[in-house]
């Protein structure tokens, strides 16, 4: 099946697209301060992940929940990524997931 996305009823302003981001201030302040990326997306055998890594470097991975909605993700990468860098960590939850369903 192809994707197509659904048609916007209206399109949102600047402003009400500034307040609607859920002030995620972490993802911001890792794009500002890394050449670094982040990848939503399948990581198999895991349907549903989150990835923010700079070069090779994995600083937070996350598995999405089967009734996680993405903006949920996006909260909860927002928020690993804001104890990442204060702790300097980091958090994988990819790789367990992995092991465990082998």
Not at 8 to 23: C, E, I, M, N
Not at 61 to 68: H, P, S
Not at 94 to 100: A, F, G, H, Q, S
């Amino acid at each position: 099946m192809r994707w197509r996305p659904k048609p916007a009823l209206t399109k949102p302003s600047s402003t009400s697209a500034a307040a609607a981001d859920g002030g995620f201030e972490h993802i911001q302040a890792f794009f500002d301060e890394t050449h670094g990326q982040i990848t939503i997306g399948e990581i198999p055998p895991i349907r549903r992940a989150a990835l923010a890594a700079v070069g090779k470097n994995a600083r937070v991975a996350l598995v999405c929940g089967e009734t996680e909605s993405v903006a949920d993700l996006l909260h909860r990468l927002n928020a690993a990524l804001g104890r990442a860098a204060a702790e300097n960590i980091v958090i994988d939850e990819v790789l367990p997931e992995i092991k465990r369903r082998r």
